[in-house]
Structure formats: C-alpha cells, structure tokens
C-alpha cells in the first residue's frame, strides 16, 4: 500500500491510500480518482515531504514529539469535510440513477452501448469493481454508503 498527498484543479488537497504506484496511475489514467472534497476528476499527485523519523536511540528529545503527534487524529472529519461530503451525496443521489445490487451488471451495459448513458450508483462486490476497472469501464467508490432507494 502507498499513501499520495492529492490536489484537485479546484485547489482541494487530501490524501488517499493505493495497492501500488502502478495501481494509482492506472487508475489516475483512467480518470477515475476523484477529489475526496468536490468529486473533480481532474486530480494529480501534490509535493509530499517524506517520512523520516530520526533514530530514537540517537535524540532522546524526539520521543515525546512523535508521541505527541502519533495521538493526533488526522481522519477526523472537519465540519468543512463533513459539509463537502454531504453535498457530495446530494448531487450523486439527485443527478444519478440509483441501481442497487445490479451496478457492476448496469455499468456493463451503459459501458457496452446495452443501456442509455446516464449516470448511475449502488453497491458492488470488490472483485465485480475490480473486473470493470480491469475491462476499462469508467467507475469511481463513493466516500459513502448509498442510502437504500426504495421504487
């Protein structure tokens, strides 16, 4: 696994994990990472210091601040975070086509020419994301959990 510092065209910044450097350009090439904050996917790598931790052994003052810095939460949500994510659900669920358990099978058929182009959200089994992706099919995880839709 590799951690990337991003940057979005809109000047948003996060980070995010992949299997490999070769899975992140594949994925990066295939416009499928998208900005954890507005959803663009005009995404690219931003400049990352590395992690080098001195030698405990060799300053015996740096032990409390990475103890210090080890217990801060950088996960956490900020209400700005919280608020981007919300509007990030709002615009999928009113601009997109809810396909439940049937999004890898529907992705498929838009992708192929089989069903109208629209856009469309659900759930998926890894492995039937990961076939898509493989196959060249255009497909992006939400940073959330589908609400059920009931028709």
């Known amino acids: 696994m590799i951690q990337y510092s991003l ?7 996060f980070d995010s994990w992949f299997q490999s450097a070769a899975a992140y350009d594949k994925l990066a090439s295939s416009g499928m990472v998208t900005c954890a904050v507005c959803g663009g996917v005009d995404v690219e790598k931003a400049i990352m210091a590395p992690r080098i931790r001195p030698d405990r052994k060799d300053d015996p ?24 994510l ?30 109208p182009e629209r856009a469309i959200y659900g759930e ?9 992706i493989d196959d060249g099919v255009p497909v992006a995880p939400l940073p959330f959990v589908p609400r059920k839709k009931t028709n």
Do not use: M, W
């Open 86 to 115: 919300a509007e990030l659900r709002r615009n999928v669920e009113e601009n997109s086509d809810y396909v439940g358990k049937d999004f890898a099978r529907e992705a498929r058929k838009i992708h192929l020419g089989d069903a």
């Open 61 to 84: 003052h740096v032990e409390p601040k990475l103890q210090e810095a080890e217990t801060i939460d950088v996960a956490t949500p900020t209400p700005d975070f919280e608020k981007a």
């Open 124 to 132: 998926a089994k890894p492995e039937e994301a990961k076939a898509l």
């Open 7 to 13: 940057k979005c065209s809109n000047g948003h910044t």
